[in-house]
């Protein structure tokens, strides 16, 4: 790690990943990873919550199962 130009030290990649952490529980928020079937993202795409060409963009997938989620269980935040 090399010091910024303000004389403060550079942070660590762990460390932000850390203070990112920290701040998601802060929040309320939680990281998981699932496995999505091809059916269920044809589901997404026939439900308008994915475009079709998205099929293989993880941010993407990610969005359409937030709406999903807001959708199905309600915007809480």
Known sequence: MKPDPCG?????????????YRARRRAGLR????QVRQSELDLLVKWDLLAPEQRTN??????AV???L???LGRTW
């Not at 403060?8 to 990112?20: L, N, Q």
């Not at 993880?58 to 969005?63: H, K």
């Open 66 to 68: 937030h709406r999903l």
């Open 70 to 72: 807001d959708n199905t």
């Open 31 to 34: 990281c998981v990873t699932i």
């Open 58 to 63: 993880r941010g993407a997938i990610t969005q």
């Open 8 to 20: 403060e030290p550079a942070r660590s990649p762990a460390s932000i990943r850390m203070a990112s």
